[in-house]
């Protein structure tokens, strides 16, 4: 197909989905099928439907890694699994105090969503009231601000607790696609995950479920998890991108090139158009100089740090939403010099526990 012609194919389609077409599988395989050369093209296309609900804006997230490591799970891409040799922080709870004064620096920095993050399964009843603690303390300290908590998998009287608290979102990734699943973790299933993001929802938190994506999936499962995602009517999808940690099972896994990543985020967003899809850990990695881009599609990410990775220092980060003409969510535009998103990002990268591996819990 030629050039002008492909383009041609994705402005219309674009048109028919903002018109409420459901972008369907072939439409979706097309899409991952784009060459590098109509990547861009492609970006500028589903960028529409990004402006049309999000406008300019980026919304900044902000992770507080409330316990670090010690997971008896065997997720493969995960930093923080049984056995894993890498080279992370392991720490037990956060006090509530320290959980606090984190998700205060990461508000302060421009997040209108604090993400609560802990490894493990799921928590037990004493972690669920530690953590209703710190939810009622952080929204007390920062009016306004959304608090989504990331525990492992949860049963619906826990969920029910955290939501009472306050909790506005509970995060539970999907990660792959089902027929995928069994290649990345033998100690719980896929459908244990979709149960806890039904749980979440169950009990009115907004549910936020997303990919990890270049663990050796093929096309067909990037497109089945995307659906997946639309079926479960995720609010919210944080896609990753593979870091492959060193004494974890898929290290030195490198599938992913920074246009394939453009062509799997805009895939998200032609099948969830009105959904907040954010770019979230090993962005600065795989989609490296394109990550402004990748802002035309998404209009979500994290700020600063991961769970057990440093990301990009906050203040580029903010600098690189201005730059790239966006303004962050809740906030009015910076001035456009250097240094200007004015942000104590040396506070900021100094989070108590320090670094934290993909949000991917
Ligand atoms: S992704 Fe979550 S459940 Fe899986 S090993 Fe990592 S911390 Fe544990």
Same mark, same amino acid.
């Not at 960028?47 to 999000?54: E, I, M, N, S, V």
């Not at 700020?303 to 201005?322: F, H, K, N, P, V």
């Given at each position: 197909?030629?050039?002008?012609?492909?383009?041609?194919?994705?402005?219309?389609?674009?048109?028919?989905?903002?018109?409420?077409?459901?972008?369907?599988?072939?439409?979706?395989?097309?899409?991952?099928?784009?060459?590098?050369?109509?990547?861009?093209?492609?970006?500028?296309?589903?960028? &529409?439907? &990004?402006?049309?609900?999000?406008?300019?804006?980026?919304?900044?997230?902000?992770?507080?890694?409330?316990?670090?490591?010690?997971?008896?799970?065997?997720?493969?891409?995960?930093?923080?699994? /049984?056995?894993?040799?890498?080279?992370?922080?392991?720490?037990?709870?956060?006090?509530?105090?320290?959980?606090?004064?984190?998700?205060?620096?990461?508000?302060?920095?421009?997040?209108? &969503?604090?993400?609560?993050?802990?490894?493990?399964?799921?928590?037990?009843?004493?972690?669920?009231?530690?953590?209703?603690?710190?939810?009622?303390?952080?929204?007390?300290?920062?009016?306004?601000?959304?608090?989504?908590?990331?525990?492992?998998?949860?049963?619906?009287?826990?969920?029910?607790?955290?939501?009472?608290?306050?909790?506005?979102?509970?995060?539970?990734?999907?990660?792959?696609?089902?027929?995928?699943?069994?290649?990345?973790?033998?100690?719980?299933?896929?459908?244990?995950?979709?149960?806890?993001?039904?749980?979440?929802?169950?009990?009115?938190?907004?549910?936020?479920?997303?990919?990890?994506?270049?663990?050796?999936?093929?096309?067909?499962?990037?497109?089945?998890?995307?659906?997946?995602?639309?079926?479960?009517?995720?609010?919210?999808?944080?896609?990753?991108?593979?870091?492959?940690?060193?004494?974890?099972?898929?290290?030195?896994?490198?599938?992913?090139?920074?246009?394939?990543?453009?062509?799997? /985020?805009?895939?998200?967003?032609?099948?969830?158009?009105?959904?907040?899809?954010?770019?979230?850990?090993?962005?600065?990695?795989? /989609?490296?100089?394109?990550?402004?881009?990748?802002?035309?599609?998404?209009?979500?990410?994290? /700020?600063?740090?991961?769970?057990?990775?440093?990301?990009?220092?906050?203040?580029?980060?903010?600098?690189?939403?201005?730059?790239?003409?966006?303004?962050?969510?809740?906030?009015?535009?910076?001035?456009?010099?250097?240094?200007?998103?004015?942000?104590?990002?040396?506070?900021?990268?100094?989070?108590?526990?320090?670094?934290?591996?993909?949000?991917?819990?």
């Amino acid at each position: 197909m030629g050039q002008e012609v492909w383009t041609a194919g994705v402005a219309e389609l674009v048109e028919r989905i903002a018109d409420g077409h459901a972008l369907t599988a072939e439409e979706a395989l097309a899409v991952l099928a784009t060459p590098d050369a109509g990547t861009l093209a492609l970006v500028a296309e589903a960028g &529409r439907l &990004r402006r049309r609900r999000f406008g300019a804006t980026v919304k900044v997230n902000y992770l507080v890694n409330l316990k670090s490591g010690l997971c008896p799970e065997d997720c493969t891409y995960c930093s923080q699994r /049984l056995g894993s040799e890498a080279q992370i922080l392991k720490y037990k709870w956060l006090s509530t105090e320290d959980a606090a004064e984190q998700a205060g620096l990461g508000v302060q920095g421009g997040a209108s &969503r604090v993400c609560l993050v802990a490894s493990g399964r799921g928590p037990t009843d004493r972690d669920v009231n530690r953590v209703t603690d710190m939810i009622v303390r952080v929204k007390d300290e920062n009016p306004g601000v959304e608090v989504c908590a990331c525990l492992g998998l949860i049963k619906e009287r826990h969920a029910a607790k955290l939501a009472a608290a306050g909790a506005d979102a509970y995060n539970h990734n999907l990660n792959t696609a089902e027929s995928k699943y069994q290649d990345i973790c033998t100690t719980h299933t896929y459908a244990d995950r979709v149960a806890t993001v039904e749980a979440s929802k169950a009990v009115g938190m907004s549910p936020c479920s997303g990919l990890i994506v270049g663990l050796g999936e093929s096309d067909e499962q990037l497109v089945e998890a995307a659906f997946a995602l639309r079926d479960l009517d995720a609010d919210s999808i944080p896609v990753n991108f593979l870091m492959p940690f060193e004494g974890t099972p898929l290290e030195g896994t490198w599938e992913l090139t920074p246009l394939k990543c453009l062509r799997i /985020l805009a895939m998200v967003r032609l099948v969830c158009p009105d959904r907040e899809v954010r770019i979230a850990g090993g962005r600065e990695m795989h /989609l490296r100089s394109l990550q402004p881009v990748a802002l035309e599609v998404a209009n979500s990410l994290f /700020l600063g740090d991961y769970l057990t990775s440093e990301g990009q220092a906050a203040e580029q980060d903010l600098q690189m939403i201005a730059d790239a003409g966006f303004t962050v969510l809740g906030r009015a535009a910076p001035p456009s010099a250097p240094g200007a998103a004015g942000v104590d990002a040396p506070a900021l990268r100094r989070r108590g526990a320090g670094t934290a591996a993909a949000p991917n819990a």
